[in-house]
Nanobody
């Protein structure tokens, strides 16, 4: 089985920064794309940023220029550096990954979510 564990969320003032991490563990054969989503109260879950196995990236318009996604293949970990945070960035942030294990084909796995609150 595969687990994704997020860390790095918390309370930060507007204009501040946070760095989220998401580590995948288990009997992993390979990881395809990895991404970060967020869900604010009363809203649908939305894509924040994604990164392919080759390092190609994609960002939501609302975070371009402020957030940076990266990954460490050796550690099976994806990061989200968030700068110039705004109150509207407040949400639960979830990571996901397309993982192929040694006993199954690729499927999408999700982390449990980490709360990010931007408030003065």
């Amino acid at each position: 089985q595969v687990q994704l564990v997020e860390s790095g969320g918390g309370l930060v003032q507007p204009g501040g920064s946070l760095r989220l991490s998401c580590a995948a563990s288990g009997i992993i054969f390979s990881i395809n794309a990895m991404g970060w989503y967020r869900q604010a109260p009363g809203k649908q879950r939305e894509l924040v940023a994604a990164i392919t196995q080759g390092g190609g990236t994609n960002y939501a318009d609302t975070v371009k220029g402020r957030f940076t996604i990266s990954r460490d293949g050796a550690k099976n970990t994806v990061y989200l550096q968030m700068n110039s945070l705004k109150p509207e960035d407040t949400a639960v942030y979830y990571c996901n990954a397309g993982v192929r294990t040694v006993v199954s084909e690729a499927r999408i796995y999700w982390g449990q979510g980490t709360q990010v609150t931007v408030s003065s």
